[in-house]
């Protein structure tokens, strides 16, 4: 299997190809996750931001996350798929929706973040780390 990730909108205005290995991958219960996926969690891989290529043009929408930093979610203008994120706070990292991948098996989650807003019929793997808030992301 070739070690690219490739991706992008349901339309296909938005691409993107990763020529890295995941940096992380996870599920997140914040309340921001749950509106823009429309149920319990979000499915995020994140990956070096200098290994991204980027085609088309998505429309950003920023918002303050609970630590101050900017999260910024993108998304495509013409069919409105969330396709990738960034966040002030981990400048070096390319968050993308993992339904937004040609392969979508290749997601491997690691963890679960912000269970602290979890909700009680969004059922996750129960072996998987969990962490109430964010935890520190390598860099």
């Given at each position: 299997?070739?070690s690219?990730?490739a991706?992008?909108?349901?339309?296909?205005?938005?691409?993107?190809?990763?020529?890295?290995?995941?940096?992380?991958?996870?599920?997140?219960?914040?309340?921001?996750?749950?509106?823009?996926?429309?149920?319990?969690?979000?499915?995020?891989?994140?990956?070096?931001?200098?290994a991204?290529?980027?085609?088309?043009?998505?429309?950003?929408?920023?918002?303050?996350?609970?630590?101050?930093?900017?999260?910024?979610?993108a998304?495509?203008?013409?069919?409105?798929?969330?396709?990738?994120?960034?966040?002030?706070?981990?400048p070096?990292?390319?968050?993308v929706?993992?339904?937004?991948?040609?392969?979508?098996?290749?997601?491997?989650?690691?963890?679960?973040?912000?269970?602290s807003?979890?909700?009680?019929?969004?059922?996750?793997?129960p072996?998987?780390?969990?962490?109430?808030?964010?935890?520190?992301?390598p860099?």
């Amino acid at each position: 299997m070739s070690s690219k990730y490739a991706g992008g909108c349901n339309c296909g205005a938005i691409r993107y190809e990763i020529e890295a290995e995941p940096l992380m991958a996870g599920y997140c219960q914040c309340r921001d996750c749950q509106h823009q996926s429309g149920t319990g969690h979000g499915s995020h891989i994140g990956f070096p931001r200098t290994a991204v290529r980027l085609q088309g043009n998505a429309t950003h929408w920023e918002k303050a996350a609970d630590s101050g930093n900017i999260a910024t979610r993108a998304f495509c203008p013409t069919c409105g798929s969330p396709v990738y994120s960034t966040n002030t706070g981990m400048p070096d990292f390319f968050i993308v929706e993992a339904g937004s991948l040609d392969d979508p098996a290749r997601f491997a989650p690691q963890m679960v973040v912000y269970t602290s807003s979890g909700l009680v019929w969004d059922h996750l793997d129960p072996a998987l780390p969990r962490f109430s808030k964010m935890p520190a992301m390598p860099r």
